[in-house]
Structure formats: structure tokens, C-alpha cells
């Protein structure tokens, strides 16, 4: 079964510092993955995705993802962060066949001024 | 215009009340999603409609009850809801079904309900 894993609750980040956000997957086949991002009181926003080609992908915000074939990872980054970034991120894939998104449990980013 | 709107914002509602939650999109977008998310959790798909027809219903209760009255509008349907039914309802739309745009999804700010 399709799956994804973000192994931290918090990450927290002095303003300006890169950034990671990690994300492990299991899936069967060529995995799609997908970033989003959901601010306080907010519903979610499309931030990227990989489907096919380059390991990196660039997004919205500033953000890319590396897709780790051989490590099985599709982790969130950013060279410099702001206190504006800070908001709970979710990695996604999709079930096999299916409309349907899973999302991993979230990971809570703070950048501190 | 990129906006799915919800309404209300805010609800509370007694056991043995009746509401409907409402949720817009103008970008022509053909699937229309409902999500629950309870606080500090991700979202759990509840349903999926796919050219204003249900396509999936994740085994909600039915208690739920989503209808799609034209392809820009769903409404979730809420009667005699359980204090445990208490979370931030999102909608979402996708261009189409079936393909890796259904995937990127636009959600709506969220109703956030409260059962007493």
C-alpha cells in the first residue's frame, strides 16, 4: 500500500538558515509525490509535486523537493527561511488507482526571527 | 479567479440539529472534494465527486450526507452529528478525475464545527 512518513513533528529554524522538511514514501511502481502547505486557520495549498524527470523539483514560495530514488525520500527545502514559512507542511501520494491523496502527519515548521 | 470559498466559517450545532456546510469554486474545476481534519492531524478524505457524480464515499457515516447541485457548488448535509464529529470540514476542487491533475488540489479555507 501506497504510504508516506514524515519522521519530525517540529522543525524549528532561525530566519535566514536553510531549511529541510523530511518525507520518506513507500509505494509500489513510479510514485507521484506531492508537497502541500496549510497556514493557521487555513485550508491547504499545492506547494509541488514530482511526477517524472528531474530529482529536483521547484515549487511555489521559494520551495523545492528532492526526489532520493535509492533512499526513498522526497524531502522539502528551502536556502533561506522566513518567519512567514511557518505553518504545518504535508507530504502526499496517491492511492493506486484512486482520486484519492494520502497525507503523512504533518510536520510543524517554526522560523524564529 | 483560484478561490474555493466555504460557508460558514464558524458552526456549532446541538445532536439533534440539522445544518449544511457550502462550498464554491469558479475555475471550472470538474472534481470536488470533502475532507475532515482534526486539529493537528492531516486531512481524511470523506468523499469525491467527479462530473457533479459521487465517485468515492470513504464509509462515512450517514449522518453525512454530500450532494453536488452543479458543477461550481457541494454542500455537505449534517444531521444529528456526534460531539466526536466536531472538526475543520474542507472542501477541495481538482481539474478533472482520473489523471495526475486531480492530485493538485485547491482547498477552501474550512468550516470549523463544534457539536454540543
Known amino acids: 500500500a501506497q504510504s508516506v512518513a514524515q519522521p519530525e513533528d517540529q522543525v524549528n529554524v532561525a530566519e535566514g538558515n536553510p531549511l529541510t522538511v523530511k518525507c520518506t514514501y513507500s509505494?509500489?511502481?513510479?510514485?507521484?509525490l506531492f508537497w502541500y502547505v496549510q497556514y493557521p486557520n487555513r485550508g491547504l495549498q499545492f506547494l509541488l509535486k514530482?511526477?517524472?524527470?528531474?530529482?529536483l523539483v521547484k515549487g511555489s514560495y521559494g520551495f523545492e523537493a528532492e526526489f532520493n530514488k535509492s533512499q526513498t525520500s522526497f524531502h522539502l527545502k528551502k536556502p533561506s527561511a522566513l518567519v512567514s514559512d511557518s505553518a504545518l507542511y504535508f507530504c502526499?501520494?496517491?492511492?493506486?488507482?484512486?482520486?484519492?491523496?494520502?497525507f503523512g502527519t504533518g510536520t510543524r515548521l517554526q522560523v524564529f526571527p | 479567479d483560484t478561490e474555493v470559498t466555504q460557508t460558514p466559517k464558524h458552526l456549532v450545532m446541538g445532536m439533534t440539529n440539522k445544518k449544511s456546510l457550502k462550498c464554491e469554486q469558479h475555475?471550472?474545476?470538474?472534481?470536488m472534494y470533502w475532507y475532515k481534519q482534526k486539529a493537528k492531524k492531516p486531512p481524511e478524505l470523506m468523499f469525491v465527486?467527479?462530473?457533479?457524480?459521487?465517485?468515492i464515499n470513504e464509509s462515512v457515516p450517514s449522518r453525512f450526507s454530500p450532494e453536488c447541485p452543479n458543477s461550481s457548488l457541494l454542500n455537505l448535509h449534517l444531521h444529528a452529528l456526534q460531539p466526536e464529529d466536531s472538526a475543520l470540514y474542507l472542501c477541495?476542487?481538482?481539474?478533472?478525475?482520473?489523471?495526475?491533475?486531480?492530485?493538485?488540489?485547491?482547498f477552501g479555507p474550512g468550516t470549523r464545527l463544534t457539536v454540543t
Open positions: 477541495a476542487s481538482s481539474q478533472e478525475v482520473g489523471g495526475v491533475s486531480s492530485y493538485e488540489q485547491y
Open positions: 502526499a501520494v496517491p492511492v493506486e488507482n484512486t482520486d484519492k491523496l494520502i
Open positions: 465527486y467527479s462530473y457533479e457524480k459521487l465517485s
Open positions: 475555475m471550472g474545476h470538474r472534481a
Open positions: 514530482y511526477i517524472t524527470g528531474d530529482n
Open positions: 509505494v509500489s511502481g513510479n510514485p507521484y
